[in-house]
């Protein structure tokens, strides 16, 4: 079966003329996309679309998540991950050492990126953050670090009293 065709039947043939024309897509498009089961049609239009805007050049991300503690006291009810308090059942955080060990033990392999997501602990100080992210660097100084969410960034400007920047 052709891409076309499998676009067609996916039902997904107006937007692949949309991407063709250059036309914006809407968010009913994105929507439709999302929900859309089949996937080889999904990544048959995606990689038409990266070959369009990028030739044969494709990038890879080798990246490894850091979660230094789940300690939150948000308790946001869609979570699964985080607990409330320091001693609740399953709360953990991290030494620093302890978190630094999770990339000094991989350091020899080809990663590009850590990415660090935390609960919003309430009695680390802003130098655990800080000493983590030197760390992180002085261990593998090329790596990328992706870390902390808008939410962590809003909350340790409340919680240190700074501002987001």
Known sequence: MTGQTRLARAGLADISEKLESGSRLSLEDGIRLFECPDTLALGWLANRERERR??????????????ATNVCVANCLFCSFARLMPGDIDAYTLSLEQALQKLRVRAH???????????????????????????????KPGIHLKCFTAV????????????DE
């Open 54 to 67: 990028h030739g044969d050049r494709t990038y890879y991300n080798h990246n490894i998540r850091l979660e």
């Open 152 to 163: 962590e960034i809003a909350y340790f400007a409340d919680l240190y009293r700074m501002t």
């Open 109 to 139: 392999e080809p990663i590009t990126e850590v990415h660090v997501v935390n609960g919003l602990h309430p009695d680390l100080p802003f130098s655990y953050y800080t000493e983590l992210l030197s760390g992180l660097k002085a261990i």
